[in-house]
């Protein structure tokens, strides 16, 4: 019954992806090829990442929190913003409104992510006679994965396309913005740190997921309010 | 309009066609990740398969593929499709018994030794009345497994954390009557060995080495001749833990480090004896010492007829205050008189006792008990030494898997060798009745207890199965150097064991313990993940797209319908 539990995990890595395309207006307008787009954008940024990350960091033996490597990491982790920002900014969409444009946008952008991070460890490993929870586990990272991608597609959308927002919010957009980029620094910080095991740092990103989308969600609104 | 169609067809079986190597690719990928990552490896001993005279003994299969089951289990299940897994500490020779007797089906049978019986393991000597206990439960084990004939995978190995854990899992589950099986989850053991084959024509390899005499200027008879003989492989429940470091591991080093005191003697002409001296390591012991009487056949007559005695050690490494000497001409014959004066005469300046025991040879029985038989079977004077005061049964006191290394007395070996070496050395150089030690201690010719341990040590950790070791299998080698270090010829006889027993490989595997979820678990999951990606789809038509939109998802037939009329 191995199989069976990859075809679960399986669903649960992909599957909301795939719901939220169905849900959500983006099926009635047809925004696939935008997703599309991102993901091939995803993969370029992706590249770029490796070579700098296999250029600039040195690999340590043992897992030991350096201050130093993180904020390298960071940074590179910052080459993400800029790919997110040339796939929402610099390509051109058919006519679809801002509201689908990033949603489409951080759709892809997640489900190329998931599909690089997780498919090939949920094949391998998966199917083995041997359970573990693990790949429940990654699946429920997906998910949050995805809610903070479509925010911080939100959040870029509002930085870059919207010209007109009220002062008083920029900052907010802004940290938020920086939250969201830096997650993977704080979520290593957790493990190697704080001693966190997997489900725990899980947990926590779905929470903080939940609470990021809410936040953008509000600020979109807010920032929406002058335009109407 | 033909045209187009045709063409757009020959597009269509094109592009069918050139997927079809990709799609081979893709199942070749898919059905070359086979996956054996298990959480657990724990090597693993088959008990030992083999027939005699085409009846079956031991277990007749080595494939294993079931889940766990330990000694709680309900009564009356069914344990046909489950790995019973039986740790020494707490086993029931009955219940064992029983189950084999009544040829009940078992999926397998895993008996777990502690660790104080792995063949590596030298210390924890101390906690002896426990291990005795230990020591006679896995030797009434042993017999019932290698007498009987077990239609299921039966696998010893040695406890360690992740068994230990395993096994207090699975009695918790049983104990609650959860037994495991596909639909409840648990443990599954794997060994995936193939099936076991017959070796074709073992070999058994006898070692000979030839210490010759000093021959007086016109002498021109041959010198008599005496030999010392013992046989160094084994027999056991598992071939590949059978290291028998009593037997016969003691008979050997007592051999190598009686050849190296003669050697010494013998290097220097004045003190070289008027008798030549025979080393034989004969295999084949556990099978009615077939190698020693095929060795004996081989020598050449005239050899054969000037030994004046042959001394076999059989066990001389766990003893205490008394050896025996074990003949089957009866005592008052004036030779077996003369041999067993001379031993104990050197046995009482030692300080401990030889007795002599004497047992008849029937002849129209083909079970050899002892060495010497298959030397007064063919007239020629030998004896027995050994600790043993009964003749063994077949395949029994072969090196079984409670004889380790620490069964052995390495200072019973080292009496034992200053017995024999003093003795020849008495009838050799006719010091019989004289009080002179010629290997006493803290002389050049002292017993060396270094050259006794380091030998016993890699005695103890060599399993010797015959049927098992290859023609130059490097402990036959590694004996076949040392006696040619002492003496000046040596000749390496192989033979084939014939006669009744046929053998069958895969001695060793890898078992592999996996953690399984049950089907009802997986069920539960999609059913969960399911009814998750229905929740967040109606969330996200709600938010995004209004109620409304969500119940027309559902009600959009009729309303087609409406419009159609």
């Keep these: ?228 | 309009m033909a045209d187009e169609k045709k063409s757009k067809q020959r597009h269509r079986v094109m592009v069918l066609e050139s997927m079809y190597p990709v799609v081979a690719l893709m199942l070749i990928l898919v059905a070359c990740v086979e996956l054996c990552d298990a959480a657990t490896v724990v090597d693993v001993y088959r008990l030992i398969q083999y027939d005699i005279s085409g009846v079956p003994f031991g277990s007749r299969f080595s494939s294993l593929n079931h889940h766990a089951a330990s000694l709680s289990f309900q009564r009356g299940a069914d344990l046909s499709r489950s790995v019973l897994i039986l740790p020494l500490r707490e086993l029931d020779i009955g219940f064992v018994q029983d189950y084999i007797s009544q040829k009940q089906s078992l999926g397998g049978l895993l008996i777990l030794l502690p660790q104080t019986f792995r063949p590596g393991n030298v210390g924890g000597g101390s906690q002896s009345s426990e291990n005795d206990g230990f020591r006679n439960l896995l030797a009434q084990l042993e017999k019932l497994l290698v007498h009987g004939n077990i239609p299921f995978p039966v696998y010893f190995a040695f406890e360690n954390e992740d068994t230990d854990a395993m096994l207090a899992d699975v009695k918790k589950n049983d104990a609650l009557g959860q037994q495991a099986t596909a639909t409840t989850g648990g443990y599954k053991l794997v060994i995936s060995v193939s099936e076991p084959r017959k070796i074709a024509s073992p070999t058994i390899t006898n070692i000979q080495g030839w210490l010759p005499g000093s021959r007086a200027d016109g002498d021109s008879n041959q010198l008599p001749t005496i030999a010392v003989v013992a046989s160094y492989d084994t027999f056991g429940a598992a071939p590949a833990l059978s290291v028998g470091s009593d037997s016969n591991g003691s008979g050997v080093v007592s051999l190598l480090e009686v050849a190296r005191l003669f050697s010494i003697l013998y290097s220097n002409p004045k003190t070289r004896g008027r008798y030549n001296l025979l080393f034989a390591l004969t295999s084949g012991g556990p099978y009615n010492y077939e190698g020693t009487q095929k060795w004996l056949k081989s020598l050449d007559q005239r050899m054969r007829e000037s030994i004046d005695y042959a001394i076999c050690l059989n066990s001389i490494g766990s003893w205490d205050n008394e050896l025996l000497i074990h003949v089957s001409k009866p005592p008052d014959n004036a030779y077996i008189k003369q041999i067993f004066e001379g031993f104990s005469n050197v046995a009482e300046d030692l300080g401990f006792q030889v007795a002599l025991k004497h047992k008849k040879i029937n002849i129209s029985n083909s079970r050899v008990a002892w060495e010497h038989e298959q030397f007064s079977r063919l007239r020629v004077t030998a004896a027995t030494l050994s600790e043993l005061s009964t003749p063994p049964e077949l395949l029994e006191n072969t090196g079984s898997l409670s004889d380790t290394r620490q069964l052995v007395n390495e200072d019973a070996i080292i009496k034992g060798v200053k017995l024999v070496a003093e003795s020849l050395a008495k009838h050799i150089y006719g010091h019989q009745g004289k009080d002179i030690k010629i290997f006493a201690d803290d002389s050049s010719l002292a017993v060396n207890p270094f050259y006794v341990r380091s030998w016993l040590d890699l005695l103890s950790q060599t399993p010797r199965v015959a049927p098992f070791l290859s023609k130059n299998d490097p402990l036959i080698m590694a004996l076949k150097k040392e006696l040619e270090d002492y003496t000046a010829e040596v000749s390496v006889q192989h033979e084939s064991l014939d006669g009744s027993f046929t053998f069958y490989d895969s001695t060793k595997a890898s078992l592999n313990i996996y953690q399984v979820a049950s089907v009802t678990f997986d069920l539960l999951l999609l059913l969960v993940l399911g009814s998750y990606l229905i929740v967040l789809f109606s969330f996200l038509v709600i938010t995004t797209r209004g109620l409304d939109d969500l119940i027309s998802l559902f009600r959009r037939p009729p309303s087609r319908k409406v419009k159609m009329a």
């Design chain 1, 1 to 228: 019954m191995t199989l069976f539990h990859f075809f679960n995990c399986a669903i649960l890595t992909f599957g909301p992806h795939a719901v939220y395309y169905s849900a959500t207006p983006l099926s009635e307008y047809d925004t696939l090829g935008t997703s599309v787009k991102a993901a091939v954008v995803y993969l370029a940024t992706a590249l770029v990442k490796l070579v700098c990350l296999a250029t600039f960091l040195q690999v340590s033996e043992t897992e030991v929190f350096d201050p130093y490597q993180e904020a390298l990491k960071a940074m590179i982790g910052f080459i993400d913003v800029a790919g997110l920002y040339y796939a929402l900014a610099q390509l051109t969409h058919r006519n679809i409104s801002q509201n689908h444009k990033f949603q489409a946008v951080g759709l892809g952008w997640a489900f190329a992510d998931s599909v690089l991070h997780r498919l090939a460890p949920l094949w391998v490993g998966a199917r083995g006679l041997e359970f573990t929870w693990d790949y429940v586990l990654q699946g429920l990272e997906a998910n949050a994965n995805l809610v903070f991608t479509i925010s911080l597609a939100a959040l870029g959308s509002l930085m870059w396309l919207r010209k007109n927002k009220p002062k008083s919010l920029i900052p907010i957009i802004y940290t938020c913005a920086v939250i969201i980029a830096t997650m993977p620094s704080i979520t290593s910080y957790l493990k190697r740190v704080m001693g966190w095991h997997f489900p725990k740092i899980v947990g926590f990103e779905l929470v903080t997921s939940l609470v990021m989308a809410f936040i953008s969600c509000q600020l979109f609104i807010l920032c929406q309010r002058p335009s109407l």
